[in-house]
């Protein structure tokens, strides 16, 4: 059964724009120019209980509107959306019990307190019973490796430990939907792994929905097995993860070792070399020309080992998004 | 807790589960205001200051004459005054709550409200509530040495209806400063910046709710200040105390003052609703 369904939603926003230097002010004082800038455009997607999405997209290019949208927070301007079965902008409080929204800038706690008493509140807030809530509670504060640090003043803690406070927050009415918004942003690798592996557990474990954005590729591989790409406020794909490197990039890797201790001369005919270390050389070549640049480099030099690989997702999403037209890529 | 199979709660659970969710408000509010207790302490007695330079200052224009009256108060009646002024200000002053509620706006952490299943405005005069109880526990000692000290300008009690709706009074100065305060919060809404509009509504309410001088003073030149809310700040409990209001007027004085309640509380509903509406539509 789809939990979220979102078909041509947009919005548009009205961004006021001042010319340079003190007349454009004076001016300004009577007369407000404006632009419309359209945050998303046209974005339609169902997604089923328990899938768990990644949506990618370079700063600006709608996601976080999105998901604000879909919490909501911001009225779209036309399209509908409906999550487990709730208009959220209508903000009803069946809906706002059954799901959370986690963002980076951390809101949910308070600040002089200890993270317990912020969590007792949520129990009341989201009238969690109270059997319900010590154990949910016991399971998350061991899961998240934070039993010591209950009792410790919110201020007190690191980024990381106060991320994973906000997850137990956000997580203790048990939510069928979640929604993370680069819930890694600012973490050292060790508590973004951490805040990975939590995730992966519990959602398989519980079998929430969740929508992830994050500009982490690391997060997105070893989270999710769908993406949605949005560009400037329209979806580029929506699919396997593993079919972006496929549908996107133009280019494959190729892995040599040579030989003898150097390197040839004149690899740069085939592509743009990214790494060498004799006797080791990695070349990015365009994905037609890989068997033709393989013959050649094998009948012109003796090889020791040789391997074509993928480029790093990450590349290939960076190089999409640097791209000026990607909307047309797509198409 | 019982839920029934629709979710729902009955209507006896339903307002028990929003009282405890208040008291849990209130006893939140209340530990986080005592992180802070040798600050808040500092702050409440500096807030004496001002009532010794006001009966300085008092006794100078009545140079000691005990006789001379000035619009119906002579010497001792006007220390008395400012004493309940003071009182009443403890009640009504609200602290940071409309810049607090800008920033949320500005800042976005206004969102949790949005998002949680959870009234802004009712946490918001909960967590006052148990802002104040922590200032009437620090500040009590203080306020009886004061009114100890000034024994000798101070009337005798009041019949007991007076002390009823001295009280009362107070009571509700508390909701019509708050419901004040948080309205020119939320204006935040519509100007980003709203630092000086309520730096012009903390000069306004203390010509208008009687702190600086008693409103008799005043309203020779202002004739509408009976007609404003903010008298209810400081000039109605003072005044209902030392016998200004007649106690035939007594019961219509609450109930104006409790119109006003009303009238202030649907305004911030509509001014909430509106500004989130408009919040909704510029990104949230």
């Known amino acids: ?155 007190e803690l690191s980024l990381g430990e106060r991320m994973r406070m906000e997850l137990i927050a956000a997580l203790l009415h048990r939510p069928d939907v979640l929604f993370l918004d680069e819930p890694t942003i600012g973490l050292d690798v060790v508590s973004q792994r951490r805040v990975q592996e939590f995730l992966r557990h519990y959602q398989r474990e519980q079998h929430i929905t ?120 797509a198409k | 807790m019982t839920v029934s199979s629709s979710g729902a709660l009955s209507f006896a659970e339903e307002l028990r589960a929003r009282l405890r969710l208040k008291w849990l408000i209130l006893r939140t509010a209340t530990e986080e205001r005592l992180v802070y207790r040798a600050d808040f302490a500092f702050s409440t007695l500096v807030r004496f ?83 104040k109880l922590v200032y009437y526990v620090i500040a009590a000692g203080p306020f009886a040495l004061v009114f100890w000290l000034c024994r000798a300008h101070l009337p005798g009690w009041p019949a007991w209806p007076v002390t009823v709706a001295f009280v009362a009074s107070l009571l509700m100065s508390f909701a019509v400063g708050f419901l004040i305060e948080s309205l020119i919060g939320l204006i935040a809404f519509w100007f980003l910046e709203v630092s000086s509009l309520i730096f012009i509504y903390m000069m306004l309410s203390y010509f208008l709710s009687g702190h600086m001088i008693p409103l008799e003073l005043l309203s020779q030149w202002i004739p509408f200040v009976d007609y404003l809310p903010f008298k209810y700040l400081a000039y109605t409990p003072a005044a209902i105390m030392l016998g200004k209001i007649p106690a035939e007027h007594l019961p219509m004085e609450l109930v104006v003052q409790a119109a006003w309640i009303v009238a202030l509380l649907i305004i911030n509903r509509i001014a909430f609703n509106r500004g989130v509406r408009r919040y909704s539509s510029f990104g949230g």
């Open chain 2, 49 to 131: 200051l001002p009532i010794v330079t006001q009966i300085f200052l008092w006794s100078a224009i009545f140079q000691n004459d005990t006789v001379r009256t000035m619009k119906g108060y002579n010497f001792g009646q006007m220390v008395s005054y400012f004493l309940l002024v003071m009182m009443a200000r403890a009640f009504s002053s609200m602290p940071g709550l409309a810049t607090g509620i800008a920033t949320s706006i500005a800042d976005g952490s206004i969102r949790k409200y949005l998002i949680q299943p959870v009234d802004m405005l009712d946490h918001l005069f909960w967590h006052r509530v148990a802002h």
């Open chain 1, 210 to 329: 969740v929508i992830l954005t994050s500009h982490y590729m690391k997060d997105v591989e070893a989270l999710c097995e769908r993406a949605i790409v949005i560009n400037k406020g329209i979806v580029i794909h929506d699919g396997p993860l593993a079919a972006i490197i496929d549908r996107f990039s133009r280019h494959k890797i190729i892995e040599l070792q040579f030989s003898d201790n150097g390197c040839p001369d004149g690899l740069e005919r085939f592509g743009r070399i990214i790494e060498t270390r004799p006797p080791r050389v990695r070349i990015q070549v365009e994905k037609q020309r890989v068997s033709e640049c393989l013959a050649t480099i094998l009948a012109e030099n003796s090889v020791d080992d040789i391997s074509v690989v993928e480029r790093p997702l990450e590349d290939v999403i960076a190089e999409l998004f640097s791209s000026d037209d990607a909307a047309r890529a």
């Open chain 1, 1 to 155: 059964m789809a939990a979220i369904e979102v078909r041509e939603l947009c919005r548009e926003y009205k961004v006021f724009r001042k010319r340079e230097g003190l007349m454009a002010s004076v001016r300004g004082l009577f007369h407000r120019e404006h632009t419309i800038v359209s945050a998303v455009r046209n974005v339609s997607f169902t997604i089923e209980e328990g899938e768990m999405v990644a949506f990618l997209g370079p700063n600006g290019a709608g996601k976080t509107t999105t998901l604000k949208l879909l919490s909501g927070l911001v009225v779209p301007s036309s399209g509908t959306a409906t999550v487990l079965g709730h208009v959220p902008w209508k903000r009803e409080d069946a809906y706002r019990r059954r799901f959370s929204l986690v963002t980076g800038q951390k809101e949910q706690l308070w600040w002089d307190l200890p993270a317990q008493e912020s969590f007792r509140l949520h129990k009341e807030i989201y009238r969690i019973p109270a059997e319900d809530y010590r154990r949910r509670l016991d399971e998350l504060t061991d899961l998240l490796e934070v039993r010591r640090l209950m009792s410790q003043p919110v201020r």
